[in-house]
């Protein structure tokens, strides 16, 4: 599945699911929300108190309008006029803050499915391990933190060239290279592709109630540990190109600058910036596997 996962066919896939197309599109668009939910659990509670409050100031404001205007008749019996003009202001006041609020939160959760919808398409990009093994980013969660390092072949020789000096101190806190060369995909178009490059790595199934899969899953995971090691090699520099412009551009940096990606145990982007990383920074910054905040991270 590595390779569809990394076609220009899955991504078309993931564009109907955030459009709220049909069929898949529309069932990955379930799981996106699904996940969205668990990451942001009281939103919907916020948006059911949101339409509360708008549907009781609506009332109030239908049954305050006719006191208003019987206000400006004036008459005996009558209501004050500035009083009743405060809560008509009130009320309608209240409904363009709230509907301001429920709508600014729809744009919070369309923005976080673009970016779990990033995220799981940067889980199933495929990288070759030093053992020639290739698998799939999600495979490697709880095991190690990614570190991709984009740029021009400069720029990343460099930094890697800089990393070896704090390699066993790095390896500590699970740091795993990812070089990804700029342009690097129109040299490796049209070339034959060995037994390295067809065989992909047998994902490790998935922990259920039997004792056999979960057996395993564990002994697939354990293999997969051992083989990970200081630097990976990235497998369809195309698609990896592809996903580095999109985060590129939505974090608002110009497309082919050289930046550097850190993940987390679990997957997700810890951070990301211009340049290459200051390698004494991210050892301060990042904790031992065996530490606490490690096991917090997973």
Do not use: C, H
Not at 148 to 168: C, D, H, N, P, W
Not at 209 to 232: M, N, P, Q, W, Y
Not at 241 to 268: A, K, N
């Amino acid at each position: 599945m590595a390779p569809f996962r990394a076609s220009p066919e899955f991504k078309e896939l993931q564009e109907e699911a955030l459009r709220g197309g049909e069929d898949i599109g529309s069932g990955f668009r379930r799981d996106l929300k699904l996940i969205s939910e668990v990451q942001a659990p009281f939103r919907g509670v916020r948006r059911f108190f949101y339409v509360a409050f708008i549907a009781a100031a609506g009332i109030s404001t239908f049954f305050t309008i006719p006191r208003l205007i019987f206000a400006l008749q004036g008459g005996d019996g009558a209501p004050d006029f500035l009083e009743t003009a405060g809560n008509a202001a009130i009320n309608i006041g209240g409904i363009v803050v709230l509907v301001a609020l429920f709508f600014w939160e729809n744009k919070k959760e369309e923005e976080q499915i673009t970016n779990i919808s990033r995220n799981e398409t940067l889980s199933r990009l495929p990288v070759r391990l030093s053992t020639n093994r290739i698998t799939e980013l999600v495979q490697l969660r709880d095991i190690s933190r990614p570190v991709i390092l984009a740029g021009s072949k400069a720029s990343v020789t460099q930094a890697m060239q800089r990393a070896e000096r704090y390699r066993t101190d790095l390896l500590k806190r699970g740091v795993l290279l990812i070089p990804v060369i700029f342009g690097a995909s129109l040299k490796v178009q049209g070339k034959p592709k060995g037994f390295g490059t067809t065989r992909s790595a047998a994902s490790a199934p998935s922990i259920g109630g039997d004792f056999e899969k979960r057996t395993e899953s564990i002994a697939a995971k354990s293999r997969l540990r051992a083989e990970v090691r200081f630097k990976a090699d990235i497998v369809s520099p195309e698609q990896w190109e592809s996903w580095i412009r999109d985060q590129q551009e939505s974090e608002g940096v110009t497309p082919g600058e050289d930046v550097y990606i850190i993940l987390r145990l679990d997957g997700r982007v810890r951070r990301s910036g211009r340049g290459m990383p200051n390698w004494n920074d991210i050892l301060k910054e990042l904790p031992r596997l065996e530490d606490l905040l490690s096991k917090l991270e997973r």
